[in-house]
């Protein structure tokens, strides 16, 4: 049973920096691709950065530059370092993890089936 659970979502103003952390049980990351994924309220979910089992990384246009997607294997935890935020990137952010491989659609939603319940980030 893979259960995910972020944590490091807060109000911050513009230019600030954020870490998000998805702490992982039942999963380890040489199963699959893990991916951090945003939802703005009313609009779809959208992912912004994944990582594959081999380590290569994928990132969404909207963060390029901005945002790093990690992983700490041993700890079982998944990060997202968010830096130079903008108010357009409020929202609710997911950690979500599948068991294939992503190198085809690695930001697109449906393949993933596991997902943890979300962290706020606000920025303003």
């Known amino acids: 049973h893979v259960q995910l659970v972020e944590s490091g979502g807060e109000s911050v103003q513009a230019g600030g920096s954020l870490r998000l952390s998805c702490d992982t049980s039942?999963?380890?990351?040489?199963?699959?691709?893990a991916a951090w994924f945003r939802q703005a309220p009313g609009k779809e979910r959208e992912g912004d950065a994944a990582?594959?089992?081999?380590?290569?990384?994928h990132y969404g246009y909207r963060i390029e530059g901005r945002f790093a997607i990690s992983r700490d294997s041993a700890a079982n935890t998944l990060y997202l370092q968010m830096n130079n935020l903008e108010p357009g990137d409020t929202a609710m952010y997911y950690c979500?993890?599948?068991?294939?491989?992503?190198?085809?659609?690695?930001?697109?939603?449906?393949?993933?089936?596991?997902w943890g319940q979300g962290t706020q980030v606000t920025v303003s």
């Open positions: 979500a993890a599948r068991v294939s491989r992503c190198s085809v659609d690695p930001l697109r939603r449906a393949p993933y089936g596991n």
């Open positions: 039942g999963y380890t990351f040489s199963r699959g691709c």
């Open positions: 990582i594959e089992m081999d380590g290569t990384l």
